[in-house]
């Protein structure tokens, strides 16, 4: 009974150290490491040696592998994992130990737009203005942002605010997205309306013209009922 806990304690701890990755008769993988762009195909062979044939094997969380003598090949239609790094193990003889080689994988991407933002943007003046230009990629990108007078911004950041917008600050925004792999530009075209003003002077006329017009009719029938009176006694 304390053997097969004593078994059980020792298959437990050599599982939990994991693999030895300075083990001679190291798995090769072929390429030794690869840079593939999100979503293109993936492939690679693991070769392990003549004697190292007992129990070898591939763990990669995507794709399928064949395994012939002693090359695993590997492949996956699209790389759609940003961090994943496969790894070729074999059990050591007369022990429980592995011995493993991981592939190293850089996954990249060119700035990309996330969701879907207004570029026509129409605002009343006095009210706060949001520009958004999120975008994912690998390496993160950085932001930077040019305002309509052309002159750049020093906001770094993925969106640009402004508090309380005027008309001088319509115009055309152009935020620039860019990592290693490229840059996208983006372009929000934005109307200030100054439309309160308008309607406040608007109604303003338009209140002073019904005062002046009823002033005026109020006047001509005070003076015509005293000429009135005047003239009939
Ligand atoms: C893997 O090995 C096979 C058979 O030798 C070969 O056809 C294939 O091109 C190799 N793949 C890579 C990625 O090296
Ligand atoms: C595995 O073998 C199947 C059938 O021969 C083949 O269609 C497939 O492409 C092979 N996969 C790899 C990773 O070589
Ligand atoms: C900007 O847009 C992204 C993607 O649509 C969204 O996740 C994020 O919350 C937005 N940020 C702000 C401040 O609205």
Redesign the pocket.
Known sequence: MLYVILLVGILCSAHVSGCDRNCADKPVFTPSRLVVKYGDPVAANCSVCENCLDLFGLETPLGEQNKTGTMISWKAPKMIEWHSAPSCYYTKKDSDDQCCSTLPITVYHKPRL????HFQITIKAGSPL?L???AWGNPSPSYSWTLPSGSPHSSSS??LTIDSVASADGGLYTCSVSNSRGTINVEFNVTVEEINIILIIGIVVVAVAVVAVGGLFYWRYQTNGKICSRLLP
């Open positions: 996330q969701g879907s933002p949001l958004n230009c999120s993925n969106v």
